[in-house]
């Protein structure tokens, strides 16, 4: 079977820069951006043109260095946004703008004190002017998850006529369940006369955990592009994770889908958007976490030694990890002292490994975790070196 290709959308600067003390400045982005670049990202949103002074020249600079992702800078659905935005992208050798308007009823009503028909003449209107500066024009129906199915569809159409390229479907609270995102997406496919016109973004929030899970239900069901973030930093909890999908698309190849993302490249880009931002990574951060590649039950380390497939299903230097982690605790067994004991030039054999291992219990109890340095000392005090 074929693979299709579905676009890398990275917000990191954007919607990840919205983490509350993550502001990232222009010489940070500037280097972030050349990476996400290397990395393979398609479409970098390097920010909000219009938000502030900074932000203009920082969008501006990253149009300028970035060589093979389209930039996108994002604007509501008004006028002077747009003009700003374009002018802030005229350096990129591919530029988009990001544009859009609220489609929910929640957004309609409360938010703009509108209607389901002027909200479409907005919407419209942002579109064809900003494809008056760039044709790569993306159009986002914000709270698209909490949006009823058919008003969409016409949105969807609305846009597409007017100009749009791509069509940003975002779960902007995170409050869909998979099958329910999979399904609007879905239906989209399915009613919208002009889709083939266009292509469908996934744009996930994290507020239930399930950014992730949404993003890939809607690729599965016809969209071709993943709106996400390094680490999955932003807004709330955060967004759907780039490191996440991409290798979710590369472990499950049945899905018969591929990106140009480098992935040996993800652990070290994880590292430095955590140092940018000052944000930790969490340990147990799926693919990226300090413990992605640790073991520590006595069980998981035996069948790691023997096989590291056995608890293992990505192989750490896939995504520029040097090689799975044997912790020693109180919980691990016979065979994680060995093999810890013989990376350090120590061959035991099995009466002193016995010997040795009911010292290393006692270490063991006193400490959350046992190092190299201790290593030799258990071996003296249990009489095997």
Known sequence: MGQEFVQIFDTTLRDGEQVPGCKLNKEQKII???????????????????????DFDAVHQVSKVVKNAVVCGLTRAVEKDIEVAAQALKPAKRARIHTGIGTSDSHIQHKFRSTREKIIERGTAAVKYAKTFVEDVEFYAEDAGRTENAYLAQVCEAMIQAGATVLNIPDTTGYCLPEEYGAKINYLMEHVPSIHKAKLSCHC??????????????????????????????????????????????????????????????????????????????????????????????????????????????????VGVDTSSIVLTARSGRAALAYRAKNIGFELTKDELDKAYATFLVFADRKKEINDDDIPEILKTAGVS
């Open 32 to 54: 972030l951006a050349k990476r996400l670049d290397n990395l393979g990202v398609d479409i970098i949103e390097a920010g909000f043109p219009i938000s502030s002074p900074g």
């Open 205 to 318: 929030h994290n507020d239930l955990g399930l950014a992730t899970a949404n993003s890939i239900a809607g690729i599965i069901n016809g969209a071709r592009q993943i709106e996400c973030t390094i680490n999955g930093i932003g807004e709330r909890a955060g967004n759907t994770s780039l490191e996440e999908v991409v290798m979710i698309m590369r472990q499950h190849p049945d899905l018969g889908l591929t990106t140009n993302i480098q992935t040996k490249m993800l652990s070290e880009t994880s590292q430095m958007v955590s140092d940018a931002m000052g944000m930790v990574v969490q340990p147990n951060k799926a693919i990226v976490g300090a413990n992605a590649f640790a073991h520590s039950s006595g069980i998981h380390q035996d069948g790691v030694i023997k096989n590291r497939e056995t608890y293992e299903i990505i192989n750490p230097h896939d």
